[in-house]
């Protein structure tokens, strides 16, 4: 069993709307060979992994998963199974998967993850785990285990950010993780809020560098009359036992700059342990300072948008002694509870045994193989910090007014929205001034001690912090997605042009590019889910209005949590046998995803003339919205009230909402439409209507904005643009399927009173039939058809998609005039030769701006033609 091909999922996709990854693997003809006949296989599997017992499989009882193996499954169903119970083993919350066959020994692997590279890289280490089982060779799962853990570490979120970030997914904010370490984005655009751990984005660069500087911090509390250790800079050896001396012991050295209690050396009693410990500490920091040492307890005070919101007791680790374990086992011992683990990963951190600890216990007279009596108590360090070891007691109901306002005064002189005030006192509850010294300030404090403290309550601080990012009002920008098989690109840009009008900053993205403020930032087929992002991580953007293409749902799934509106203005028969839609039913639920990923009080617009999109109603949960170019009193029988209605009656746009019927304007009056001509760009109207209906826009402004886009208008570049040239009417539209074309020569037909030239082609990723399916339709509107074909053939040979076309054409009217000009701007210039005042050219392009410069150089070349004509005449 090999892999071929790894796929990462960010978001909902269209395999599970948890994030999930795509394996697909080569089983290397194990596809019919269950594990059971596979020797020794399920035993040894199950002795490696008893974790396996707990999954109860798609039987849903108890051991369901080994009753599977027993009856005899397959390697790609139990590769799933041992990703998951890996990623269970490591203590991530995952449950999902599913394997699925491609072709023979192809399958994929779909499993659920929180933390990418170690979930590939449990993949990886599932896949040997079966490969070893087969060819009897022994893998050392504990060590490759190890390795997976120390990824995890890497990638793990520390505790104050997963609170943060589980605070704004919690009241509905979406969380975008970005770059490496502890960046994230909360919300998009203009409501976005970036934060790293516990640094808000209000929080000062020249606070966190003032805090960052403990002799500098220092100095400013003291000139506000906060208690704090007297003590200076350590300049040389000379001036360190002066100001020991003068200061008078017991004294304390630590880094200037530092963080976790790092170098820190407490309770230094005489000259000799303070020239070893300065020696010590020189080597591994430039910068230390000397203070008081103050004898007291060690408090931490968080201060969040100047409000104190939790106090916590920090508490050194320690042992105690039963009269039979060595120090050294009872730390073992310590070690043991299931709440201590490496780093941040749990509430209490392992105590390492280093230096500190050795130093610690020689100063209580003890060493490392001594038996402590029961009941005795000995300290592990002389710090208390979480990262070291040490506990945290909740004393947020403990702390006394006036050191209330002590804190406050101290957050507010270092100008830090979010602070971590470290308290040397042996009574919180009574004030400072006489009891106690303010050791130091943190800018990005750690939030661990206050949101799973050993003892007393919890706090959730993730909920101030967020409060106090977004001014107690949590909210983020609107998103509209919009997808579809025809019209999607049309529709997108009406519902942009209708809000821009009303003066929010759009961010868009179309088939043309992404759109910012109706500013072009990037050109080309951006319907994707990079595309996506780029709107949404935009500072400028009120509103995100993304086109969602079929391509980009099925490689990348989406790029947003939840949209507000979603549109499917139609589900056709395109692009099938692509990326493995094989079926109308697989476009369905490819398209569907972006309907079933809309906000519990959020709109679905479907169309309700159109069979297929009708067919996945089933899949949508949220409230809905259909249009329909029909009368509905004739078209519906039944109409649910909790349901609008967006439809046409007597030429008129009618909104049903609540039971009550708005008219909004007539149709002749929506330019795009050609007097209602043009049916395919009415459905654009009624789909764009729908959209701006969902998000509660004025039914004036509404009016106003579909009223006001233009045919020609740049916005609406390549979609049924008409140019005159010379009396023809020439025709640029970027019809791609046969539905496309049906519409868009259906209603040529209705408005053209001469020939009709046509310039036809269709990418060459459609399949054979579909391709023909475009000869024939060009074969019964047209009066005479140029074949031509994009530059890039997507697989195909040169002339291919030409001869299928033709065959088309042949099979509907073998007497239909026609020709083969293969490039799509000579094609162009042929017809223009070709047709009369008074005739229609329809070009079906690729790239527009190349038949552009065409037109526009064939009337400058007329035009130079007449003015030749007119001076030889004169």
Not at 84 to 103: C, M, P, S, T
Not at 158 to 165: D, E, F, M, Y
Not at 215 to 224: D, I, P, R, V
Not at 353 to 358: Q, R, T, W, Y
Request: with cysteine; aromatic share 6%; proline share 3%.
């Amino acid at each position: 069993m090999k892999i071929v091909k790894t796929k990462v999922f960010e978001g909902k996709s269209i395999y599970s709307h948890k994030t999930c990854i795509r394996l697909d693997v080569d089983l290397e003809g194990y596809c019919e060979i269950p594990s059971k006949d596979i020797e020794d296989f399920n035993f040894n599997l199950v002795n490696m992994l008893p974790e396996l017992r707990t999954h109860r499989c798609g039987i849903d009882e108890e051991e369901g998963f080994i009753k599977r193996l027993k009856e005899g499954t397959y390697l790609a169903h139990i590769c799933e199974h041992i990703i998951i119970a890996i990623q269970n083993n490591l203590g991530i919350d995952v449950h999902f998967g599913k394997a699925r066959e491609i072709k023979d020994d192809h399958y994929y692997i779909i499993f659920q993850y929180q933390y990418e590279n170690t979930a590939i890289e449990s993949s990886k280490l599932a896949i040997d785990i079966i490969n070893s089982l087969i060819n009897k060779n022994p893998i050392n799962y504990e060590d490759r285990f190890e390795l997976i853990k120390e990824i995890l570490k890497e990638e793990m979120l520390g505790p104050s950010t997963k609170a943060i970030c589980d605070y704004a997914k919690s009241i509905g904010l979406p969380v975008i993780k970005f770059g490496r370490g502890e960046f994230h984005q909360i919300g998009y655009g203009k409501r976005a809020k970036k934060i790293e751990a516990s640094i808000s984005p209000n929080t000062k660069c020249i606070s966190v560098d003032i805090a960052s500087d403990k002799l500098l911090t220092k100095e400013l509390l003291k000139s506000q009359n906060i208690p704090v250790a007297e003590g200076s800079k350590i300049r040389n050896i000379i001036n360190l036992l002066k100001e020991a001396e003068d200061i008078g012991y017991p004294v304390v050295i630590k880094p200037q700059y530092g963080n976790k209690g790092k170098g820190v050396v407490l309770n230094i009693k005489t000259e000799m342990e303070l020239l070893t410990a300065y020696r010590k500490l020189k080597v591994k920091f430039k910068d230390l300072i000397i203070e008081k040492y103050h004898n007291g307890k060690d408090f931490r005070v968080c201060v969040i948008n100047n409000k104190v919101v939790a106090v916590a007791l920090r508490k050194p680790p320690c042992i105690e002694g039963d009269g039979k374990d060595n120090i050294l086992e009872l730390m073992e011992k310590l070690n043991d509870n299931p709440l201590r683990g490496d780093d941040h990963e749990k509430p209490l951190t392992k105590v390492k045994l280093d230096e500190e600890v050795l130093g610690s216990l020689k100063d209580q007279g003890k060493a490392l193989m001594d038996v402590l009596e029961k009941g005795e108590k000995i300290y592990l360090r002389k710090n208390a910090n979480l990262s070291t070891g040490g506990e945290a007691v909740d004393y947020t109901d403990k702390i006394c007014d006036e050191n209330i306002d002590i804190c406050i005064r101290v957050a507010k002189i270092l100008e830090l929205d979010i602070c971590g005030i470290d308290i040397c006192t042996n009574d919180i509850s009574k004030p400072l001034i006489d009891n106690g010294i303010v050791m130091e300030v943190n800018a990005a404090p750690g939030l661990r001690m206050h949101l799973r403290p050993s003892k007393g309550k919890s706090i959730d601080l993730g909920k101030e912090i967020v409060s106090m990012i977004y001014k107690d009002e949590p909210s983020n920008i609107p998103v509209i997605s919009i997808t579809g098989t025809n019209g999607k690109t049309t529709t997108t840009r009406l519902i942009s042009h209708t809000l821009s009008k009303m003066g929010y900053c759009v961010g868009m993205t179309s088939s043309s590019g992404v759109f910012v403020n109706d500013k072009c930032i990037d050109k080309g087929d951006d319907t994707g889910f990079k595309s996506a992002r780029t709107v949404l991580l935009n500072p400028d953007v009120d509103i995100a209005v993304l086109e969602t293409a079929r391509g980009g749902l099925i490689r990348n799934g989406l790029a947003y949590d939840l949209a507000d509106v979603a549109v499917i203005t139609n589900i056709r028969e395109d692009h099938l046998g692509i990326d493995g839609v094989k079926s109308m039913e697989d476009l369905c639920h490819v398209k569907s995803l972006v309907g079933e990923a809309v906000k519990d009080d959020g709109y679905v617009v479907i169309n309700a003339d159109d069979y297929w999109s009708k067919s996945i109603l089933n899949r949508i949960k949220a409230k809905k919205i259909f249009f329909t170019t029909k009368n509905l009193e004739e078209f519906m029988e039944e109409k649910d009230p909790n349901n609008i209605y967006v439809y046409i009656k007597n030429k008129n746009i009618i909104i049903e909402n609540e039971e009550k019927k708005y008219l909004l304007c007539k149709i002749d009056d929506i330019p795009i439409t050609l007097n209602g001509n043009l049916e395919f760009n009415v459905q654009n109207v009624l789909a764009a209507t729908a959209a701006l209906v969902g998000m509660k826009i004025d039914y004036c402004m509404i009016k106003n904005g579909i009223t006001s886009y233009l045919l020609n208008s740049d916005k609406n570049s390549g979609r049924f643009n008409c140019y005159d040239v010379n009396g023809v009417n020439v025709i640029l539209d970027y019809g791609h399927n046969s539905d496309g074309y049906n519409a868009v020569l259906s209603s040529l037909k209705k408005i053209n009173n001469g020939k009709v030239y046509g310039v036809v082609g269709i990418p060459g990723d459609r399949a054979d039939n579909a391709v023909e399916e475009i000869g024939e339709i060009s074969a019964k509107y047209l009066d005479y058809i140029i074949i031509k074909e994009d530059q890039d053939l997507r697989g195909r040979n040169t002339g291919e998609v030409a001869k299928l076309i033709e065959s088309g054409i042949l099979n509907y009217n073998k007497n239909k005039k026609y020709e083969i000009i293969l490039k799509e701007e000579d094609a162009l210039i042929k017809a223009l030769t070709m047709a009369k005042s008074g005739d229609s050219i329809i070009i079906f392009f690729e790239k527009i701006e190349m038949l552009k410069n065409v037109i526009n150089d064939y009337v400058k070349e007329r035009e130079l033609v007449e003015k030749y004509k007119f001076g030889a005449i004169n």
